[in-house]
């Protein structure tokens, strides 16, 4: 289980965005659904950069009780994916240099039974297995979308962030998605993601009421 401490988040000295505490679980698959792009893609950062505190500094403020605090002109978010938690925005994170396989491959150490029978099933699934050794510059903006979550969802982490999910990824690819998503999760991996509009894949949803995010 993972406790997130109440969030502030600002700018200078202006408020921009408050999350208050909640708990996840293993497996779960949270949707946070606003029309306000900036609030969602604050919120991802915001659990993000939370998660990228150590365990033992996490754990203290969790304890205290107190608030964690996150001045988004002063503290930058400095990676977008370790083996703990993913962030995926909107624009896909790709090297245009390398082959569709070179960059779902990159963080990973080597290449095992599981990873290659998994890596051939998921380019077949998104109808990819011919362009794998294509360069990332000639893959459409919604096959390198499908390229970075695969990469995620190899890497089985315990959480993947995801923004923009209605807007990254065409409606028609979203059962594929979602199957894919159900065995990670069955791994305990807890998806996050951020819409327009509610999606019945999810199975708890919050919302934006002003400057505030709880869960509905």
Not at 179 to 204: D, H, Y
Request: aromatic share 10%.
């Amino acid at each position: 289980m993972h406790t997130i401490p109440k969030i502030v988040i600002n700018s200078g000295k202006e408020k921009v965005l408050t999350i208050q505490r909640f708990t996840l679980e293993e497996g779960d698959s949270l949707l946070l659904q606003n029309e306000n792009p900036e609030g969602k893609t604050l919120f991802l950062r915001g659990l993000y950069r939370f998660l990228q505190n150590s365990r033992r500094r996490r754990e203290k403020l969790i304890e205290k009780g107190d608030v964690f605090l996150w001045d988004i002109r002063r503290d930058k978010i400095y990676s977008k994916g370790n083996r703990e938690a993913i962030l995926l925005e909107y624009q896909p994170a790709i090297i245009p240099e390398m082959t569709l396989n070179q960059n779902i491959l990159l963080p990973m150490k080597g290449m095992n039974i599981r990873l290659k029978h998994k890596l051939i099933d998921y380019l077949r699934t998104f109808g990819l297995t011919m362009k794998q050794f294509s360069p990332g510059r000639n893959l459409s903006f919604s096959e390198m979308k499908i390229v970075e979550l695969i990469r995620a969802v190899l890497l089985l982490p315990e959480l993947i962030l995801i923004d923009d999910f209605d807007l990254s990824y065409h409606k028609n690819l979203h059962d594929r998605i979602f199957e894919m998503f159900s065995l990670v999760r069955k791994n305990g991996t807890i998806i996050i993601a951020t819409c327009k509009s509610a999606n019945p894949f999810f199975t708890r949803n919050f919302s934006i009421k002003g400057k505030e995010v709880f869960e509905i």
